[in-house]
T-cell receptor
């Protein structure tokens, strides 16, 4: 399976701290995408990073991709209470996304 | 709102009943996907369309499930003879084919199905 696996499964930090989530996968990829999901709602697309890219930024988000280690990380800087959500990495394989189980991030005020 | 929309947002049904969900993708998107998500898990792929053609179906999509996209715009997902194990969030996504490196998929809010 080329399912992405997130680590840690749960993360709790204080507001203002940085949060780092990791994703590992098993096969070659076209791209890797990160999504956020607030409780009981749909997924919001955060960042897509292609296999030939190593780092990408979007606002307070920074994503890295290491294809040699088959891993990616999502860094959220200066966290806010509104960042509390589940975060998923998804591997694009044969037109469909394969998701991991996600990291549940809680930002404490 | 020009995002992906899904109806209904919630559906409660009794075991054995049929249910149908609708997804309206972003208008210029030619690909449409269905995923299923159970509590505490990531979404799992069910099927996808390019225009009106259904190009792939997951083994998760038993013969009780059928999806259509008759005019290449909206799509419906029908579950016949529902079972309690069908209880889940059903997510729809759409995308526009990109030339290189794959495409971003944009998700709707989902339809939460509860089978009693």
């Amino acid at each position: 399976s080329q399912q992405g696996e997130e680590d840690p499964q749960a993360l709790s930090i204080q507001e203002g701290e940085n949060a780092t989530m990791n994703c590992s996968y098993k096969t070659s990829i076209n791209n890797l995408q990160w999504y956020r999901q607030n409780s009981g709602r749909g997924l919001v697309h955060l960042i897509l990073i292609r296999s030939n890219e190593r780092e990408k930024h979007s606002g307070r988000l920074r994503v890295t991709l290491d294809t040699s280690k088959k891993s990616s990380s999502l860094l959220i800087t200066a966290s806010r209470a509104a960042d509390t959500a589940s975060y998923f990495c998804a591997i694009l394989g044969a037109q469909k996304l394969v998701f991991g189980q996600g990291t549940r991030l809680t930002i404490n005020p | 709102d020009t995002g992906v929309s899904q109806n209904p947002r919630h559906k409660i049904t009794k075991r054995g009943q049929n249910v149908t969900f609708r997804c309206d993708p972003i208008s210029e998107h030619n690909r449409l996907y269905w995923y299923r998500q159970t509590l505490g898990q990531g979404p799992e792929f069910l099927t996808y369309f390019q225009n009106e053609a259904q190009l792939e179906k997951s083994r998760l999509l038993s013969d009780r499930f059928s999806a259509e996209r008759p005019k290449g715009s909206f799509s419906t997902l029908e579950i016949q003879r529902t079972e309690q194990g069908d209880s889940a969030m059903y997510l729809c996504a759409s995308s526009k084919v990109a030339s290189l490196g794959g495409d971003e998929q944009f998700f709707g809010p989902g339809t939460r199905l509860t089978v009693l």
